[in-house]
């Protein structure tokens, strides 16, 4: 039996294993069919699980929202406007330092609670207690506290008048929750209902989860209080496919009308396809390989520059990124402002040895380099980095690690993985925020233990300033900085290749670079 004949029957095998005939793409209820990776383990934006993110964007929305721009006949998000949303409308003081946002009126949950200046203030309050992600954002957007004025009404004090506050209230963290809703579920230990907000959702979104059968689906169905536009898909079935071959099959079947994380090998295949579509876009997501500069021998300026220098960037973009990839040339990539050419390496062999001897070892050496599976380009980037740095005499023992061993030893202040592979990204497209997440020493996505002093200040600096000419000079500066340290060794942009059936239309990239369902329409 043939390769593809054996896939086809493998899907219909999987479709039945969950007591599903397989449907016509478009159901009379609209229903969205999505072959995943895995079922969702979790849903509070606060604690990342996998499939939590591709989620809570669908459920959670922000007081403001980017604006929309039309290029080439393409809709995309334009990162330099800021809109309300859930709010409809605010006022800033003088100074920069005091916003006061007006709710919009009639935004309710699925619970059919409307949305008040409380469930503002109860969000950021349940994110402070957590000390988690919405606690970073909280942070690095400045924000001293959050009160409500009146009912409709709320009060936003910043610590310093800074340009990433209304871009970071476009997030789905931290989320704003129905806290009517989820007060009811709070208990003396679990005050913010942490547990039940794990499993369950009470957003003001477009969507929110009917169920979850782990290991084989998640359904989410449209919010019928939802306050903007009602989205096409008034149902959402997750489904819970490991293989990639066989999340393509669904699609080419007409059995899913969606299949995430599709390796590149099968992007070029796939494209002559009629009964496929697919969306891509070179997204800002570099695939980096990150030293930890607390640990020798990464310890060692030299020693980085050597890995930097000792990398053969060609072959990575054809062998690893078959050619479909974007050079990355800066921890900041398009379509983020203020990004330059700021890393400048290429292969130099010679000067990575030279480079090696002058930081004691002539001899080369030997380094562990940990991989994981979260991004299908772990493992080929890991074997390529291996073949490239011996050509410098730095002899790699490529090591897979579970994604949860990964995740685990990456955390802040604990940064026990000396060199690994990693994907930098940022839900905000803003340099200064991009920055602070992934290259400073307090950033939320610091995963390699950067310490730079210098570009601590730099990026401090460049949150605050407000005169347009001295805040990209600060970006600029900041970005040359970080690859002088050379702790992240930037190789591509793999780009966002998203696999639709070929009905399907709306797709409109977000910097957090997950799906939004309520963009789709299946056109028939």
């Given at each position: 039996?043939?390769?593809?004949?054996?896939?086809?029957?493998a899907a219909a095998t999987l479709f039945a294993s969950f007591g599903v005939t397989p449907q016509p793409a478009l159901a009379q209820d609209r229903t969205m069919v999505m072959a995943m990776v895995s079922t969702p383990r979790g849903f509070d934006p606060d604690i990342w699980v996998p499939g939590q993110i591709e989620a809570s964007v669908n459920v959670y929305e922000g007081l403001t929202r980017f604006g929309t721009r039309t290029v080439d006949g393409r809709t995309e998000l334009d990162p330099g406007k800021v809109e309300p949303h859930l709010a409809e409308s605010w006022t800033?003081?003088?100074?920069?330092?005091?916003?006061?946002?007006?709710?919009?009126?009639?935004?309710?949950?699925?619970?059919?609670?409307?949305?008040?200046?409380?469930?503002?203030?109860?969000?950021f309050e349940k994110s402070?207690?957590?000390?988690?992600?919405?606690?970073?954002?909280?942070?690095?957007?400045?924000?001293?506290?959050?009160?409500?004025?009146?009912?409709?009404?709320?009060?936003f004090r910043l610590r310093d008048a800074n340009r990433?506050?209304?871009?970071?209230?476009?997030?789905?963290?931290?989320?704003?929750?129905?806290?009517t809703e989820a007060k009811k579920h709070a208990t003396a230990e679990d005050p913010f209902a942490a547990r039940w907000l794990?499993?369950?959702?009470?957003?003001?979104?477009?969507?929110?989860?009917?169920?979850?059968?782990a290991g084989q689906q998640a359904i989410f169905v449209a919010n019928p209080n939802y306050v903007f536009e009602r989205p096409h898909f008034t149902r959402i079935v997750w489904r819970e496919v490991p293989s990639p071959a066989t999340r393509v099959a669904l699609v080419r079947t007409g059995q899913?009308?969606?299949?995430?994380?599709?390796?590149?090998?099968?992007?070029?295949?796939?494209?002559?396809?009629?009964?496929?579509?697919?969306?891509?876009?070179a997204a800002p997501g570099s695939a980096t390989v990150r030293m930890n500069p607390r640990i020798a021998p990464f310890d060692d300026q030299r020693v980085r520059q050597a890995v930097a220098y000792a990398t053969d960037y060609n072959a990575?973009?054809?062998?690893?990124?078959?050619?479909?990839?974007?050079?990355s040339r800066s921890m900041l990539n398009p379509p983020i402002p203020g990004a330059i050419d700021a890393y400048a390496y290429e292969t130099d062999y010679d000067r990575a040895k030279a480079l090696l001897a002058e930081a004691g070892h002539p001899n080369g050496l030997d380094v562990t380099l940990e991989y994981s599976t979260n991004w299908w380009w772990e493992e080929p980037l890991a074997l390529q980095m291996q073949a490239s740095l011996a050509r410098a005499g730095i002899r790699v023992t490529p090591r897979r690690i579970p994604a949860t061993e990964m995740t685990a030893r990456r955390a802040i202040n604990v940064w026990s993985l000396p060199f690994m592979t990693?994907?930098?990204?940022?839900?905000?497209?803003?340099?200064?925020?991009?920055?602070?997440?992934?290259?400073?020493?307090?950033?939320?996505?610091?995963?390699?233990?950067?310490?730079?002093?210098?570009?601590?200040?730099?990026?401090?600096?460049?949150?605050?300033?407000?005169?347009?000419?001295?805040?990209?000079?600060?970006?600029?500066?900041?970005?040359?900085?970080?690859?002088?340290?050379?702790?992240?060794?930037?190789?591509?942009?793999?780009?966002?290749h998203e696999v639709f059936a070929s009905c399907m239309r709306g797709f409109t990239w977000r910097p957090h670079n997950r799906l939004v369902w309520k963009d789709l329409v299946c056109n028939r």
């Open positions: 039996m043939n390769a593809p004949r054996r896939l086809l029957l800033v003081s003088e100074d920069g330092k005091e916003y006061v946002f007006r709710i919009r009126p009639g935004v309710r949950s699925p619970f059919g609670n409307e949305l008040t200046a409380a469930d503002v203030v109860w969000t402070n207690a957590q000390r988690r992600t919405g606690l970073f954002i909280r942070n690095v957007a400045r924000i001293e506290s959050v009160e409500a004025v009146s009912p409709n009404e709320v009060r990433i506050f209304l871009s970071v209230l476009t997030l789905h963290i931290p989320a704003i929750f129905d806290s794990g499993s369950n959702t009470a957003g003001f979104g477009p969507y929110h989860v009917q169920s979850v059968t899913v009308q969606y299949a995430e994380q599709i390796p590149l090998q099968q992007i070029a295949d796939i494209r002559r396809d009629r009964n496929i579509r697919v969306e891509s876009v990575i973009g054809e062998a690893v990124f078959l050619g479909l990839g974007t050079r990693h994907l930098t990204s940022s839900f905000v497209p803003d340099p200064s925020y991009n920055m602070f997440l992934t290259a400073h020493s307090r950033g939320g996505s610091n995963v390699n233990g950067n310490n730079n002093a210098e570009l601590d200040r730099l990026i401090d600096a460049s949150v605050v300033e407000r005169d347009e000419a001295k805040w990209l000079e600060l970006v600029a500066e900041a970005q040359r900085s970080q690859a002088n340290s050379a702790t992240f060794i930037e190789t591509f942009l793999p780009g966002t």
